[in-house]
Nanobody, 120 residues
């Protein structure tokens, strides 16, 4: 059973960088055909895909967030991380990490989500 757990500060000041880590258990982040993604949900809005790091380390980002987003990994800890720079109150959301099965493009496992607030 794969489990994902987000961690990081719940409050980030405007203009600072949001940093979150997802710790994965029950499966390796280097296993072929899987990708590891960050997805967020602002209050009252739908899910927004932010980006992904694939099993081979390749990264892809949402065009709307690409200039501010970086996803990296630590294979020794089986973790992957999100950095979102220059945050504003519009970046307030529940942030989720998730595993995607690349063969069919579906999310198979989700973290429980973590609330990040950027005060105005």
């Amino acid at each position: 059973q794969v489990q994902l757990q987000e961690s990081g500060p719940g409050l980030v000041k405007p203009s600072q960088t949001l940093s979150l880590t997802c710790t994965v258990s029950g499966g390796s982040i280097t296993t072929s055909n899987y990708a590891w993604s960050w997805i967020r949900q602002p209050p009252g809005k739908g899910l927004e895909w932010m980006g992904v790091i694939q099993y081979d380390g390749s990264t892809y980002y949402s065009p709307s967030l690409k200039s501010r987003t970086s996803i990296s990994r630590d294979t020794s800890k089986n973790q992957f991380s999100l950095q979102l720079s220059s945050v504003t109150p519009e970046d307030t959301a529940v942030y989720y990490c998730a595993r995607i099965y690349l063969v069919v493009g579906t999310v198979g496992y989700w973290g429980q989500g973590t609330q990040v607030t950027v005060p105005s």
